[in-house]
């Protein structure tokens, strides 16, 4: 039985604690992770939301995102490989959700690799595809990968 999760609200003096999950979590060779400098950039826009989970005091995820309007953007999500499938993820979708449904948010937007097996998780929580981009993401070897553009209604 793994110990209880706890998920709260964090900001730039936790990104050490983000990027010991982002470097464990994204592979390199698909240039998804993000610097420190581009979290804490997007964490000085308006509308943005970071929330950090921890097991036992250690970071175990985190999930990054923004509003503008009426509409959020899911920006990063990630579990630490050795935390995974144990309901990090869910949890910290769930507080965005609440976190922006709270503000009257309508949707929640993202994107994700075509190959990546976070569809699957996406597919949970009822998102649903509303666009494709050809070549949207450059990985390290050269190659281009797509990305789905995923929707959610929380209103
Ligand atoms: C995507 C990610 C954040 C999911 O985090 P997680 O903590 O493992 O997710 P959860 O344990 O809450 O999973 C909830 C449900 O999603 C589904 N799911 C999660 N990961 C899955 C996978 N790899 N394959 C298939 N289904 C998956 C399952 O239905 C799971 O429920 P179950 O374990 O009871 O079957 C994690 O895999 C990750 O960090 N991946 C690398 C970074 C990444 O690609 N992020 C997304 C793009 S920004």
Avoid at 8 to 30: G, I, Q
Avoid at 109 to 136: I, K, M
Wanted: net charge negative; hydrophobic share 45%.
């Amino acid at each position: 039985m793994n110990e209880p999760i706890d998920i709260a609200e964090a900001d730039t003096r936790d990104l050490d604690e983000v990027m010991s999950v982002m470097t464990r979590a994204f592979d390199p060779r698909n240039g998804e992770a993000w610097t420190a400098a581009q979290c804490a950039g997007a964490l000085s826009l308006p509308g943005s939301v970071l929330f950090l989970a921890r097991r036992n005091g250690r970071a175990l995820g985190f999930a990054l995102a923004r509003s503008v309007a009426d509409e959020a953007e899911l920006l990063l999500i990630a579990v630490r490989p050795d935390g995974q499938r144990s309901g990090a993820g869910r949890e910290l979708i769930q507080n965005i959700v609440s976190h922006y449904a709270a503000k009257g948010i309508k949707r929640i937007h993202l994107e994700v690799r075509t190959d990546n097996p976070a569809l699957a998780f996406y597919d949970c929580f009822g998102f649903v595809q509303s666009g494709l981009r050809r070549n949207y993401y450059r990985r390290s070897d050269g190659q281009f990968t797509d990305a789905a553009t995923l929707s959610l209604e929380i209103a």
